[in-house]
Nanobody, 124 residues
Framework: QVQLVESGGRSVQAGGSLRLSCVASGQSLERYAMGWFRRAPGNEREFVAGVAWHGGGGIYYGDFVKGRFTFSRDTSKNTVFLQMNDLKSDDTAVYFC????????????????WGQGTQVTVSL
């Protein structure tokens, strides 16, 4: 069993930055992949970024990111981060932390554990 708690979402001006955090608790994450999804009203959920826990397979990003977002993790704290720079109005969404067995399943949204989501609102 894994519990995921996101934080860091808020309102920000276009062009600004945010860092989202997700703290995992419960069983060991060594065998898991973790990452981020987002969902805007009226839009489908989309993959943002993710990696296997120890990162051996590399970090994967959604196509829209194009260098603006950076995924990282602190294994000692069971925490992953999403640094979001040059935010745009289209980035407004609820951002969800997710964990599942493999990075392939993560990218396919075959998710075992979801966080509750944190709202990011980007104003013009």
């Amino acid at each position: 069993q894994v519990q995921l708690v996101e934080s860091g979402g808020r309102s920000v001006q276009a062009g600004g930055s945010l860092r989202l955090s997700c703290v995992a608790s419960g069983q060991s994450l060594e065998r898991y992949a973790m990452g981020w999804f987002r969902r805007a009203p009226g839009n489908e959920r989309e993959f943002v970024a993710g990696v296997a826990w120890h990162g051996g397979g590399g970090i994967y990003y959604g196509d829209f990111v194009k260098g603006r977002f950076t995924f990282s993790r602190d294994t000692s704290k069971n925490t992953v981060f999403l640094q979001m720079n040059d935010l745009k109005s289209d980035d407004t969404a609820v951002y969800f932390c997710a964990a599942t067995t493999t990075i392939a399943d993560l990218r396919r949204a075959n998710i075992e554990y979801w966080g509750q989501g944190t709202q990011v609102t980007v104003s013009l």
